[in-house]
């Protein structure tokens, strides 16, 4: 896994795209994602880790610092982590998460007080061999249940004030 | 086991469900330091109803001995949509046994959801789960009776 630098905007935001889309539970907000793979590779209080092979890019993480809504503590949680589709029986997912734990130690050496790694699986796309691939690397400390969702497997809607949902 | 009251907070709860937010706390806290403007500001939004709702089951001396907060908030970080994420959950711990008190919050939940959507005029969808060290696959057990699992999430502690 290498660090991904301004050179892999571009193919780096078609990854991030396709990964979300393949699993997000919400419509995709290709602003929010611009913007966020270019504070990765800019380093601002964000990173991504790619993995990539012949046909460009393989695999994917970014990780970015946030804040839980009842503590001004900052942690590094994930922002997508993925693996192309036809690259998912070589291993590519613990890679990424080994590449997430580096970042998270070198980022608290840097700041100079502990800074815990949050990583995140909201989806219900293949959902238990995701499971699977975190739990055996890293604790879990909680779980995501949901119910309104317009569509089974899709969390359907218009933002707020949009009118009805199609 | 009698007909439980859940009740829609008010300001005048304000101290009670801080109260019990401590206990949760105390109870099952992910080791981050608390910070209260930010706590209070959360309470103060569901109990005034700014962005937020807060349901409460009451004891009886005054107390406050189960609590939901439910807040609308943009769904993630890479998309424009809403839902309504559950901030906390809790039953003091001495509550738990044959109360019914979390079914009963939660079908005040589901309740909330439905009604919302109904403003809304599409389904608003409603995230909720678990974040705890101790006995999480009973607590898994419990919400996956209550709806759909979407995932889950990891810590590094460090």
Same mark, same amino acid.
Request: net charge positive; glycine share 8%; hydrophobic share 40%.
């Given at each position: 896994v290498r660090r991904a630098g301004?050179a892999d905007v571009e193919p780096l935001l078609a990854f991030v795209i396709t990964c979300l889309?393949e699993?997000?539970?919400?419509?995709?907000?290709?602003? +929010?994602?611009?913007? /966020?793979v270019?504070?990765a590779v800019?380093?601002?209080?964000?990173i991504a880790g790619i993995i990539e092979g012949d046909n460009g890019i393989e695999a994917s993480v970014g990780l970015?610092?946030?804040?839980?809504?009842?503590?001004?503590?900052?942690?590094?949680?994930d922002g997508w982590l993925g693996v192309r589709s036809d690259c998912r029986r070589v291993n590519h997912g613990a890679r990424l998460v080994q590449f997430s734990k580096w970042a998270?130690?070198?980022?608290?050496?840097?700041?100079?007080?502990?800074?815990?790694?949050?990583l995140?699986?909201?989806?219900?796309?293949? /959902?238990?061999?995701k /499971?699977?691939l975190y739990?055996?690397q890293?604790?879990?400390?909680?779980?995501?249940?949901?119910?309104?969702?317009?569509?089974?497997?899709? /969390?359907?809607? +218009?933002?707020?004030?949009?009118?009805?949902?199609? | 086991?009698?007909?439980?009251?859940?009740? @829609?907070?008010?300001?005048?709860?304000?101290?009670?469900?801080?109260? !019990?937010?401590?206990? !949760?706390?105390?109870?099952?806290?992910? *080791?981050?330091?608390?910070?209260?403007?930010?706590?209070?500001?959360?309470?103060?939004? &569901?109990?005034?109803?700014?962005?937020?709702?807060?349901?409460?089951?009451?004891?009886?001396?005054?107390?406050?001995?189960?609590?939901? =907060?439910?807040?609308? %908030?943009?769904? *993630?970080?890479?998309?424009?949509?809403?839902?309504?994420?559950?901030?906390?959950?809790?039953?003091?711990?001495? &509550?738990?046994? =044959?109360?019914?008190?979390?079914?009963?919050? %939660?079908?005040?939940?589901?309740?909330?959801?439905?009604?919302?959507?109904?403003?809304?005029?599409?389904?608003?969808? &409603?995230?909720?789960?678990? @974040?705890?060290?101790?006995? !999480?696959?009973?607590?898994?057990?419990?919400?996956?009776?209550?709806?759909?699992?979407?995932?889950?999430?990891?810590?590094?502690?460090?």
């Open positions: 301004e889309s699993s997000a539970l919400q419509p995709l907000s290709p602003a +929010k994602i611009a913007a /966020l270019w504070r800019r380093m601002e209080h964000a970015f610092v946030s804040q839980l809504h009842y503590t001004d503590e900052p942690h590094l949680r998270q130690e070198r980022m608290q050496e840097a700041a100079g007080r502990p800074i815990p790694l949050f995140e699986i909201m989806t219900t796309e293949a /959902l238990e061999p /499971l699977r739990q055996r890293i604790p879990q400390v909680g779980a995501s249940f949901a119910w309104g969702t317009a569509v089974p497997g899709r /969390l359907d809607q +218009k933002r707020i004030g949009n009118g009805r949902a199609h | 086991m009698g007909d439980v009251i859940v009740r @829609t907070a008010i300001q005048a709860d304000e101290p009670e469900v801080y109260a !019990l937010l401590l206990a !949760l706390d105390e109870d099952n806290s992910l *080791g981050f330091p608390r910070n209260d403007q930010r706590v209070w500001a959360h309470i103060n939004a &569901c109990c005034r109803g700014q962005g937020g709702v807060c349901a409460v089951i009451d004891g009886p001396d005054g107390n406050i001995l189960a609590s939901v =907060g439910v807040m609308a %908030m943009p769904a *993630g970080w890479y998309t424009d949509a809403w839902l309504l994420r559950e901030l906390w959950f809790f039953v003091r711990p001495e &509550c738990r046994r =044959g109360t019914g008190y979390a079914n009963a919050l %939660m079908a005040w939940l589901k309740r909330h959801q439905r009604e919302m959507s109904e403003r809304l005029g599409y389904d608003i969808p &409603c995230v909720t789960g678990p @974040t705890s060290r101790k006995r !999480l696959a009973a607590k898994e057990r419990w919400w996956a009776t209550h709806g759909q699992r979407i995932g889950a999430f990891f810590v590094v502690k460090g």
